[in-house]
């Protein structure tokens, strides 16, 4: 075969583009999942919350989640009314273990607040990542490409609820996935599976038949931090003031 | 005569520019993961690997489906709304392989870690000072756990 410098030219780039498609192959395709028709978010009722740690122990178990780090944590907030604006904020061991004994003869008020990602939909944490490794997926939740990371933790400082750690192991920025291997299965997050009081729910925006959309219009429905305009999409019942 | 003078230089200089590029593309063809772009500025292939990700708890649907006469004294009780692996833990081994068989659980540990009373709680929330309320008595003499009130019943 006699190819002309010319004809060679031309050739080398189609070759190219060839190659290129062929290594790209099928997309990926899910029948039973598609990720444009969900928008997931979470509603924590805090009148239903007992503080047991339920959900801490069933996040941890759920995603093997190393001792002392946290993707999801039980905070009980001690207000009195002389330091509203100081409350007292234990979590120990995040909770998992239960709380010690309250003040007896205390004028403050007690109450349980359960954290995690925040799902917000103009995250800080993605925004601040030098590399793409960490995003929010089409249906609304930010993930962590754990292969990607480089473990420089900009993202978990960045984060202003606190939910990013770095794993101790891999060295890789770690955080809440909102279960993303159980809600891509039509099953729930593991802490609102193992959640007593259902003071926990998992809600799809995008789904008109999700009850969270009768339960925000009815309640006095707040969420953590919006002065920050992170468009969090952990939604509390009955949110104190105090909670920060 | 040629209006540029040695216009050589100049196609030189252009050919090393376009084989720079074209170095530049491949390596870039090379390094850059093949989904990435996908969605926008991050691996696309990574939500897959992330959905991926082994469960450990079953849900409450995988239980029901054997365990019927469970779900049948749970249903009218206090605990209908209660998943079952929010006491039994994490089963999805269990409902994969029925011979795998759950731990036995100790209800000394369990009722108090949700019952016990402390102000903190919801006031409305069934609490118990465990000692002054049973002295000692094993909680499951009285209550049976899958419907907790007194004389509801249940074998289980």
């Not at chain 1, 891509?184 to 959309?213: F, M, S, V, Y």
């Not at chain 2, 006469?69 to 089963?91: R, T």
Request: one cysteine or more; a neutral charge; charged letters at 20%.
């Amino acid at each position: 075969m006699n190819i002309s410098r010319r004809q060679m030219l031309i050739l080398l780039p189609a070759a190219a583009v060839a190659w290129e498609s062929v290594l790209a192959g099928t997309p990926e395709s899910s029948p039973n999942y598609k990720m444009t028709d969900h928008w997931w978010s979470m509603l924590i009722d805090i009148s239903k919350c007992i503080g047991c740690g339920n959900c801490v122990r069933a996040c941890q178990s759920e995603n093997d989640v190393p001792d002392g780090f946290f993707r999801t944590w039980v905070e009980r907030y001690h207000v009195t009314d002389w330091h509203l604006e100081n409350p007292e904020v234990i979590s120990p061991d995040g909770g998992k273990e239960g709380f010690p004994a309250v003040k007896e003869d205390d004028n403050g008020k007690y109450f349980f607040v359960p954290k995690l990602c925040n799902q917000c939909a103009d995250s800080p944490c993605t925004q601040v990542c030098p590399v793409g490794a960490t995003f929010i997926s089409p249906d609304g939740v930010v993930l962590i490409d754990q292969t990607y990371c480089l473990g420089c933790a900009y993202c978990v400082q960045a984060c202003p609820y606190g939910c990013r750690y770095i794993h101790p192991q891999k060295k890789v920025a770690d955080k809440c996935t909102l279960c993303y291997h159980r809600i891509t299965k039509g099953l729930t997050t593991a802490c609102c599976e193992a959640c007593p009081t259902g003071a926990r729910q998992l809600a799809d925006l995008k789904n008109p038949k999700d009850p969270i959309h009768e339960f925000l219009r009815t309640h006095n429905v707040q969420i953590l931090k919006p002065q920050m305009a992170t468009g969090a999409k952990v939604f509390y019942n009955d949110l104190d003031g105090s909670v920060r | 005569m040629s209006v540029f003078k040695d216009s050589g230089h100049l196609f030189r200089l252009a050919a090393l520019y376009a084989i720079g590029t074209l170095t530049f593309l491949g390596i870039r063809a090379f390094f850059v993961p093949r989904s990435f772009g996908q969605y926008g500025h991050y691996r696309g292939a990574a939500i897959t690997e992330i959905a991926a990700h082994p469960i450990h708890y079953a849900g409450h649907q995988a239980c029901e489906t054997c365990h019927t006469d469970v779900q049948e004294i749970k249903k009218s009780g206090m605990h209908a709304q209660v998943n079952c692996e929010a006491c039994h833990g994490p089963l999805a081994k269990h409902a994969d392989d029925p011979s795998i068989q759950p731990a036995k659980l100790d209800t000394a540990v369990l009722c108090v870690r949700c019952h016990a009373a402390s102000a903190a709680r919801p006031k409305n929330f069934p609490q118990v000072a465990a000692v002054d309320h049973s002295n000692g008595v094993p909680c499951e003499t009285c209550h049976q756990p899958h419907s907790p009130a007194i004389g509801a019943g249940g074998a289980k």
